[in-house]
Nanobody, 113 residues
Framework: QVQLVESGGGLVQPGGSLRLSCAASGIIFSRYDVCWYRQAPGKQRELVAHTNRNGNANYADSVKGRFTISRDNAKNTYSLQMNNLKPEDTAVYYC???????WGQGTEVTVSS
């Protein structure tokens, strides 16, 4: 059974950076489009970043220019580099593929001074 595991979250001050990682067992990421989602308290889960198998990426308007999604096919992982973080980026972040698999536990990001 495929299991997605997110890591790298934490507490960071506004303007700071974090790098999230997604690892999995039972799936080879290079064969799929991969995405990062987030769910803020009281809000629906939203798509933050997506990259296809060719490395083309697109982002939610709210994170463009600040977040970068990337793959490491050799390690079968992918990441989300988040720079210039804002309090509104506070959420639980999840990775997943297209098509969707079972959701992992997510990793919590809190942006606060």
């Amino acid at each position: 059974q495929v299991q997605l595991v997110e890591s790298g979250g934490g507490l960071v001050q506004p303007g700071g950076s974090l790098r999230l990682s997604c690892a999995a067992s039972g799936i080879i990421f290079s064969r799929y489009d991969v995405c990062w989602y987030r769910q803020a308290p009281g809000k629906q889960r939203e798509l933050v970043a997506h990259t296809n198998r060719n490395g083309n990426a697109n982002y939610a308007d709210s994170v463009k220019g600040r977040f970068t999604i990337s793959r490491d096919n050799a390690k079968n992982t992918y990441s989300l580099q988040m720079n210039n973080l804002k309090p509104e980026d506070t959420a639980v972040y999840y990775c997943n593929t297209i098509p969707l698999l079972n959701w992992g536990q997510g990793t919590e990001v809190t942006v606060s001074s």
